[in-house]
C-alpha cells in the first residue's frame, strides 16, 4: 500500500558506533511531538536520498514501544549490498532531517505464550529489544540467546545482560561458545514460543530444531522483511489514450506517477486487493513484476493485464488501455 | 458544526426513531449500480466531504438515544453483548484512545481529551461524562476500557487478533447487531467467521481481503460500505434477541413497507492499532425506511433495481426472504424503467 503522504519526517539526534559495523541512530520529530506509538517488533522504512532516486530500507525499532519521544533503529553496514546502509553510515549526520514511514508489525509477539525464546545472531537482535521491552511490562518470561562473531561485536548484547540479567544469554564465536539451539528447544513447556532473526541458516536451523521436538509451525515464528507499497527500478510506460509516457521512478508506484502527471486512473485501496485499477497490458517488450493479490496465477503469467497501483516493470517499452 | 441532536427517540417498543431530512441526506448510500454483488469496495478512509465520511467515526443526531439504547441493551443481558479475552486488553487501550482522540479532534465542541503523561481527563458533553483516569490501569475506570469508550460510541466494535497469519474475533460490543451472536464468534477466524457468507468464498475474495488487511499499516486505515434491511428501527437483532423481533417480519406488506422496513447501511473503517498491532472493525450503522429512501428519488430508483435482482442467497443470507417482494413491489412506485438519472445515483 502506496501513499505518498504517508510519511513522518524525523530529525537525527544522535548517531553511535555499537560495532566496527553497526551504529545506531536515534530519531526524534522535527516538531518536538511524541512519534506515533508502535508494538514490540515493529520496523520503519527510512527514505534514503541519494544522486539518483531514494533507497527504501526497513530497519527494526530497537526502542521502548512505552517511550515514542524517541525512535532507535540500529544500521549495519553492508558493504555489497545496493548501497543504502553505506549512505547511512556515510552521508547522514547528527541534525539531518529523514523521512520514514509510520511503524509496521510484520514480527508480532503471540500474546498467548507462557515463555518467549528468542534466537537472533547478530544485528538480528534490534526487533528483540523492542519485543523484551514489552513483555517486561506484561511480566511474561522469556530468555534470549544471541549469537554474535566476537568481542567487539556484543555491545548490544551485553546492553540488553545490563538491563535483563541472566535472562539474556551471550555466545561468542572467538571464544568458541556455540549455540546449539536444538538444546534451546529441548524439552520446552507447551505455551512455548520461539522467535528467530538472523541469517538464513540460523532460522532454518531453528525451524528444523523445532519441528523435530514437535513443534507446531504456529509457535515458531521468524521476521521476514516484506517490501511495502511499490519500489524498484525505474521504469516508463504509455498511456494508450492519451498517447503519454511517463517515468515511474524508484519510490513511486505507477498509479502515483501517472496521477503526479495528471492523469486519472481510478482507483480503490491503493493496495493490489480490490481490482478497481486492473488495466489491459497493450504492450510490452520485458517482463512485468507483478506484486497485487488480485491478479490469478495465470493472469500473472499471462501478463496481459496489470495493478497499476503496485505493480511495476522491467522492460524496455510498456502501453496499458489507461 | 452543530447538531441538532435528538435525544429522547427509541429504538424499540414505540420507535419513535426519526430521521431529519439533513440527516438523510448525509447517509452514505451503499449502491454505486443497479446490480448488488460482495466487492472489495476498499477505499483508504480519508476525510470526503461534510458528510458521514468526513469524521474519523462518526457521529449525528442520534448519538444520544443511540447510546442509551445501547445501556438497555447491555442491562438486559450482563455479558451477552460486551465481551473480550484476557489477552485484548492492550488493544482496548489502543481503542479508546483512538476514539477518544478522534472524536475530540472531530467535535471538539462535544468531547474533550487532556493527557498529563499517563492520567487523562476525558469530557463528554453529550453524555455528561467528566471523567479522570490512568491511561493503562483499569482499576480507574468505571468498566473495561473498551465497553467504557464504546458505551460512548455510536455503532459496534470488534477488536481482531492478528495470529498465525490470519485473523480472531479477541473482543467486541455488539449491541446492533445484524442477526448474529457475538459471544459465539468470539475467538473464530477470518475464514470461520465469513464462512456463512455465500458466494465469497468462490471467488477467493475472503483469501484477498484478509492478505490486504494483514498488510494494514498505523495511520492509514480504509473503509468500506456493508447493509442489509431491518424490519422497524430496531438496533438490537441479535441472534440472541430473536424471539423479540423475528415475529416483526411477518406484519410488512405492499402497503406498509415504506415505513416499517429500514434500510441498514454499515460504514466500517478499519484501522490497525498501535501497540496490539490488533485490527479494529467499527460497524457504523444507518437507519433509513424507505420513505426516507424515496425523498431521493435516485436512490429510491436505485434501491428498487438492487432488492428486485439480488441473488436469492443474499435474501436468505440477510435475512429478508419474507418480506422482500413487498419491500419491492412498494419501491416500484418510484422506477419509471428509464436509465438517465440513476447514473447520478452513486
Redesign the interface.
Known sequence: ?S?SN?TLNVRVARIEAVTPEIKRFTLVSTDGAHL????GG?NVVVLIPHASGTYRNAYSLMSS?YDSSAYQIAVRRVEDGRGGSRQMHQAVNEGDVLEI?????LF?L???ARLHLFIAGGVGITPVCSQLAELRLRGTPFEVHLAVRGAEHARLGEELQREYGDAVRLYRNDIDQRLDIAAVVADRPLGSHLYVCGPESMIQGAIDSARAQGWT??HIHYERF?E?GSAGEAFSVTLARSGATIEVSPDQSLLEAAEAAGHEIPY????????MCETDVLELDGEILHTD??L?DEDKAANKKIMPCVSRAKCSRLVIDC | MTIQFRPDETYRDDYTYANSPECIARAPFPFPDDEYMY??????HVSVGDAALKAVFDIDEHYISECRDRAITLEKDPGMHYVSAP??M?AQWDLLELIMESYANDYPEYFSLEKDGSRWHWTNKLLGIDDRFTFGDPATLPYEPMEYITRQAQGDWVLQ????GTLYWGAGIATQRADYSLRFNLGMAWHEFHGPVPLVKET?ML???L??LL??????P?RRLNWSLTVNPRLDVSAESLPDWAPDRTTVTAENAGKLVYLRIELQPLHRL????AIVFPIRTYLLNLEDIATNPAWAKRMHRVLKSLNQDLVDYKGFTRYRDAAVEWLSQFDDGRDEEVAKAG
Open positions: 500500500m501513499l504517508g506515533p506509538p508502535f508494538s515493529s514501544p514511514l509510520r511503524p509496521v508489525n508480532p503471540s500474546k498467548h509451525d504456529s516484506l511495502q480503490l485501496c491503493r493496495g493490489g486487493a480490490c481490482g493479490d488480485w490469478s | 466487492s472489495m469496495n476498499l477505499e483508504p489477552h485484548m492492550e487478533e492478528e495470529r498465525d477467493g483469501d484477498r481481503a492478505k490486504f498488510r494494514l499499516r498505523c495511520g492509514h480504509v498501535p501497540r496490539s498491532n
